[in-house]
C-alpha cells in the first residue's frame, strides 16, 4: 500500500494526537476513579491537592514512561527486522535473549545480595552476548544475517 508524503504525515500527526490523548485519558483510571473533567481541571488548576498529587506523581509518569517503553521496543524491533532482512526476526536471533538470562542466573545464583541490579547485568550480558555473535559472524569486513543466524545456531 503506498501512502502520498501528505497521507503518511497526517497519519502521523493523527496517531500523535491520539497518543497524547490517551496518556491523559488513561490519568482517569486506577485504584481511585476520576472524571475526565477533573483530570483536565486538575491540568489547569491547583484546586485538589490529593488529584494533583496522584496525576502528577503517579499516574502521568507512569503513563509517559509506559509510552516511551512502547516506542523503544517498537523502534530497536523494526532496526532487528530491519538488519537481519527477516520480518519474522526477534532479540534471540542474536544471542541477546540468551546473554541476559545467563547473567541474570549468574547474579541470583553466585551474588544474591546484589539482586538489585539485576536490570543492569542482565543488560550487560545481553550486550555481550549481542557484541559476540557479531564479531563471530564478521568476515572479511562485513556481516551477513546469514553468518549471524549460523554463529548463533553452532
Known sequence: MVYSKVKQVSLIIT???ILFCL???????????????DII??????ENEVLNIIV???RLPRNLIAAFV???LSVS??????????????????????GASVMAIIILLVFPSF???LPVASFIGGLFACTLVFLLAWKNGEISPSRIIFQVLR
Open 15 to 17: 496517531s500523535f494526537i
Open 56 to 58: 502528577y506523581d503517579i
Open 41 to 46: 481541571l486538575s491540568i489547569f488548576t491547583k
Open 115 to 117: 539482586s538489585f541490579i
Open 77 to 98: 524491533g523494526t532496526l532487528l527486522q530491519a538488519v537481519m532482512r527477516n520480518p519474522l526476526a526477534d532479540p534471540g536471533i542474536t544471542g541477546v535473549s540468551s
Open 23 to 37: 496518556i491523559f485519558l488513561f490519568c482517569a483510571f486506577g485504584s481511585v476513579k476520576f472524571s475526565l473533567k
Open 70 to 72: 512502547g516506542a523503544g
